[in-house]
């Protein structure tokens, strides 16, 4: 056969493809409303590990690599989790024309949640500095009043905290919550709500912007001082496959300090010491390794986001420079064993890293 028939061959098993990932999609669209009526969980897991073995066992069959069978399964799966999610959100939503005002919802956190609650049917009020004053949005959030059912900061953690001091002042009858990285900074804010008798709870989504799914995604509720208002907080969750974390106010921002204070540090520390190596970034993505690559790839992600709110995670955090001290000690402890040629001693390195993270299994 000539190129351009071989071509329009591929191009039309190519359309039928897509014609077949769309059955696919309408067939589970029906099973996802077939859970929620008989209030079935919606994912499966042992039903998405049959499918992937089958998969791999039927592509072997046919002699084609069983890893490209279920990368591609595994992304329907994903793909259909997400339709399921989103129409049960939906369904399930607890709005009711309830109002939400969402400070700092032009931003991309609070852009998430004005999405989430316009899906559930909430009526979604913005207050943002960069927003204009017309129907259903106020460049000052003091304008927009507190007279919600739901208020929710989505501000940088410096200006969430005076936010909560001031609203303690006026004595919202509603839910008000925070989602800021760390709760210490907030401390006064959400113990002034509390003193004031509202109903005040405090979340961090460990997940980013661009979420969809949220099977397989944190969401930690923080101890406020309310215990009924971070149950009507997780409520709010209750139709998605969030896993619900608890946890106390300097634990996690003890725990956030590692998580998140080391991980960034980390990999700032890597693209400030290749920016400062002298040596041209395309002469090095050349050479490039698995591993160099799959570091490169995180540390350009992290380069891209925004500093400020890095520099207020590492900075305001009464825990954050216990992570900084660790991983200062472990590059000297590193380069001392290199420079003296201790073999036996990096090899005892690699061997108790190996054991820690054994552990998180």
Not at 238 to 262: K, N
Request: hydrophobic share 40%; glycine share 8%.
């Amino acid at each position: 056969m000539k190129l351009e028939d071989l071509r329009s061959e591929l191009s039309s098993i190519d359309r039928r493809l897509v014609e077949l990932i769309a059955e696919r999609q309408r067939i589970v669209g029906e099973i996802g409303h077939s859970k929620q009526s008989a209030g079935r969980a919606t994912r499966d897991y042992e039903r998405e590990k049959d499918v992937l073995e089958m998969a791999r066992s039927h592509a072997k069959s046919l002699n084609v690599d069983p890893n490209v069978a279920e990368e591609i399964l595994t992304t329907l799966i994903r793909s259909s989790l997400t339709h399921q999610e989103r129409s049960r959100v939906e369904a399930e939503g607890k709005g009711d024309g309830r109002r939400v005002l969402v400070i700092g919802g032009a931003g991309k956190m609070g852009g998430w949640f004005v999405g989430f609650f316009n899906s559930q049917g909430f009526t979604t009020t913005v207050a943002d500095a960069v927003v204009e004053d017309g129907p259903g949005s106020f460049r000052d959030w003091k304008a927009a009043g507190v007279d919600y059912d739901i208020i929710v900061l989505a501000t940088p953690l410096a200006v969430s905290g005076e936010i909560l001091t001031e609203l303690a002042a006026l004595s919202p009858d509603g839910l008000v919550f925070d989602i800021g990285s760390l709760k210490t900074p907030l401390k006064a804010g959400l113990g002034a709500l509390a003193h004031a008798g509202c109903k005040v709870a405090s979340l961090h989504p460990m997940y980013g912007p661009d979420t969809e799914l949220l099977s397989g995604r944190h969401l930690i509720f923080v101890d406020a001082g309310s215990a009924e208002a971070t149950a009507e907080a997780k409520e709010l969750f209750a139709a998605t496959m969030v896993d619900q974390l608890d946890m106390g106010l300097d634990e996690h921002d003890r725990l956030i300090s590692y998580v998140l204070g080391l991980s960034h540090a980390l990999n700032i520390a890597f693209f400030t010491a290749l920016a400062e190596s002298g040596e041209r970034a395309p002469k090095l993505a050349r050479l490039s390794s698995t591993t160099f690559d799959a570091q490169l790839l995180v540390s350009a992600a992290v380069a891209e986001d925004n500093p400020r709110m890095y520099f207020e995670i590492q900075h305001l955090n009464k825990f954050g420079l216990d992570p900084l001290d660790a991983l200062y000690e472990s590059v000297a402890k590193i380069r001392e064993v290199v420079a003296d040629g201790d073999e036996s001693g990096f090899v005892e390195l690699m061997r108790s890293g190996r054991e820690y993270l054994a552990t998180r299994r």
